[in-house]
């Protein structure tokens, strides 16, 4: 069966830290996989996506970055976290018309 | 830029209810979902419409498309408190990347 992984599920990291959050897909190859993020009881704005590894796509300019260094994987990174960057991050992958969702990780930088 | 307008933002309603949900955009999309969601937890696909006019229903939960392609409405018949949650649409941007487009979301609490 496919599923998606995502972790971790909450995280509080200082401002100017590093951030590293990891997704991977199983069950499927060559998966398109997105990132998103989520404002509290909002809807979900579109940060990276990427169609093959390492081939990356960025919606928004922004602190950080990601990276595809395998098929199944999908990682969204940070060098120094800045207090906008706090919200809940959630990478999906589409395997038809809908997305299946990962469960999300709850960011907050103090 | 392709937007989707969901309306309300927010609903409270007594168990028993009848309440609709809109998702307007001015652009045409290939397909449109409907996703709920739970606090702390990713969304869950609840319906993908596809043709213009197209009409789904899930139990007591109805999705319509509009004729263009270019908005949607989700109907929920006698609102039961395990309906509360955050209601968002989302349609395929243009392309072939498959990017979902989001609406802003409809926070529904039902109330015993």
């Known amino acids: 069966s496919q599923t998606i992984h995502q972790w971790p599920a909450t995280l509080v990291q200082p401002v100017g830290s590093p951030l590293s959050l990891e997704c991977t897909v199983e069950?499927?190859?060559?998966?398109?996989l997105y990132w998103y993020r989520q404002a509290a009881g909002r809807g979900l704005q579109l940060l990276f996506y990427?169609?093959?590894?390492?081939?990356i796509s960025s919606e928004v300019p922004q602190n950080l970055s990601a990276s595809r260094p395998q098929d199944r994987q999908f990682i969204l990174s940070s060098k120094k976290l800045l207090l906008s960057d706090s919200g809940f991050y959630l990478c999906?992958?589409?395997?038809?018309?809908?997305?299946?969702f990962g469960s999300g990780t709850r960011l907050t930088v103090v | 830029t392709q937007l989707l307008e969901q309306s309300p933002q927010f609903l409270s309603i007594q168990e028993g209810e009848n309440l609709t949900v809109y998702c307007n955009s001015s652009?045409?999309?290939?397909?449109l979902q409907w996703y709920r969601q739970e606090p702390g937890e990713g969304p869950v696909l609840l319906v993908t419409?596809?043709?213009?006019?197209e009409v789904k229903k899930l139990k007591r939960l109805t999705f319509q498309f509009g004729d263009a392609r270019k908005d949607s409405s989700l109907h929920i018949t006698a609102a039961q408190p395990g309906d509360t949650g955050l209601y968002l649409c989302a349609g395929h941007s243009s392309g072939n990347t498959g990017k979902l487009i989001f609406g802003q979301g409809t926070t529904l609490q039902v109330k015993p």
């Open positions: 990427s169609v093959g590894i390492g081939q």
């Open positions: 652009s045409v999309f290939s397909s």
């Open positions: 999906a992958w589409s395997p038809g018309y809908g997305y299946t």
């Open positions: 419409v596809v043709t213009g006019g």
């Open positions: 069950g499927t190859s060559n998966p398109n």
